[in-house]
């Protein structure tokens, strides 16, 4: 399970631009609840009413704090590269 630890050490770790295209903040929240992380889905789809129930890519979201602009990493890979970067310890 992903945790919002987890979470916070794979962006110190990989990501180095981390000022908000929209309003130039840098202050961001993963979008969860308290400590649990929420896997947002993206639907992956042509026609807009299959996307209920079609394939989806499941992703991490983040907000920004000042103008809420959302920002979205897959999150299959974030949890590959966690374990990567436990197995490299
Ligand atoms: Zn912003």
Redesign the pocket.
């Given at each position: 399970m992903l945790t919002l630890n987890n979470i916070t050490r794979f962006f110190e770790q990989k990501v180095k631009h981390n000022i908000?295209?929209?309003?130039?903040?840098g202050q961001w929240s993963v979008i969860g609840e308290e400590n649990n992380v929420f896997v947002v889905k993206i639907p992956l789809d042509q026609k807009l009413e299959s996307m209920a129930i079609g394939p989806h890519m499941p992703a991490i979201g983040l907000m920004?704090?000042?103008?809420?602009?959302l920002k979205f990493y897959s999150y299959n890979q974030i949890v590959a590269s966690i374990e990567q970067m436990d197995e490299n310890k």
């Amino acid at each position: 399970m992903l945790t919002l630890n987890n979470i916070t050490r794979f962006f110190e770790q990989k990501v180095k631009h981390n000022i908000c295209p929209s309003c130039n903040s840098g202050q961001w929240s993963v979008i969860g609840e308290e400590n649990n992380v929420f896997v947002v889905k993206i639907p992956l789809d042509q026609k807009l009413e299959s996307m209920a129930i079609g394939p989806h890519m499941p992703a991490i979201g983040l907000m920004c704090q000042n103008c809420y602009y959302l920002k979205f990493y897959s999150y299959n890979q974030i949890v590959a590269s966690i374990e990567q970067m436990d197995e490299n310890k």
